[in-house]
């Protein structure tokens, strides 16, 4: 079992930074691929980055590539999604994943086990 809970959303402007955490709790942190999600109202819930349990894989979704960084510190059970160059199309609840084995691909939703809360994340122009 993994317990997610993530933390950093708030409110920003046009071309600002924020940094999203996702803390986990569970001894297996370490063994798992973690990804985050968005949604914003009325659509349904995109892909926006993953890593590999390693962190030696890492991808991203063409909306987000070259602006947004994921990483993850296994010691710490945390995970980050740096968010640079905001734009207000960047506004939605932002949720990360976690499953042991990518058995779907990575950009689908379908395919983690385990989900945090959502941090809500707005972006103004």
């Known amino acids: 079992q993994v317990q997610l809970v993530e933390s950093g959303g708030g409110l920003v402007q046009a071309g600002g930074s924020l940094r999203l955490s996702c803390a986990a709790s569970g001894r297996t942190f370490s063994r798992h691929h973690l990804g985050w999600f968005r949604q914003a109202p009325g659509t349904e819930r995109e892909f926006v980055a993953a890593?590999?349990?390693?962190?030696?894989?890492?991808y991203y979704a063409d909306s987000v590539k070259g602006r947004f960084t994921i990483s993850r510190d296994n010691a710490e059970n945390t995970v980050y999604l740096q968010m640079n160059s905001l734009k207000p199309e960047d506004t939605a609840v932002y949720y990360c994943?976690?499953?042991?084995?990518?058995?779907?691909?990575?950009?689908?939703?379908?395919?983690?086990?385990?989900w945090g809360q959502g941090t809500q994340v707005t972006v103004s122009s």
């Open positions: 994943a976690a499953v042991e084995r990518w058995t779907l691909r990575y950009s689908d939703y379908g395919g983690y086990d385990y």
């Open positions: 890593i590999s349990w390693s962190s030696g894989s890492t």
